[in-house]
């Protein structure tokens, strides 16, 4: 009688592993548009431009690459809900549509974010090691990412009152 039962709750589980499969994700990025990307909005270096976009970009931006996994669900889920927030978060394909306040802000996160080590994600990095950044590449981040906060905050204090 149980082994009945496990192989039926075996099969009930397969099928739906199967059925998902038939629920795919859309891996359609939107357009982006040049003059809105964080590299007309702010000075991005080409060494730092190469380290966002091997490390950032694919959860960070409308250009994300999906890999193999996200065909197969749910992992594909998963990763679409990963890259989702992620561009709610920051979105380099849409920055440079924030209020200067809110690029400064989102610039000073990029380096806490790196300097608590919570960036790259470490789920992201099990599979996609080449995105870690070394302790050099981090420090160009945030190097960047505070002189360009210190920019935008000379513009923003040069401001009249609201």
Known sequence: MIKKVLKLILIVLVAGLIVIQ???????NPPTVEGETIYSAVAVQSDVRAVLERSCADCHSHSTKYPWYANIQPSGWFLKDHIDEGRQKINFSTFATYTLKK??????????????????????????????????????????????????DERIAALPPA
């Open 22 to 28: 038939f629920f795919q994700i859309s891996k359609i």
């Open 103 to 152: 690029q400064a802000h989102k610039l000073e996160e990029v380096c806490e974010q790196i300097e608590k080590k919570e960036m790259p994600l470490p789920s992201f990095l099990w599979i996609h090691g080449e995105a870690a950044l070394s302790e050099a590449e981090g420090k160009l981040l945030c190097d960047w990412s505070k002189a360009e906060k210190a920019k935008l």
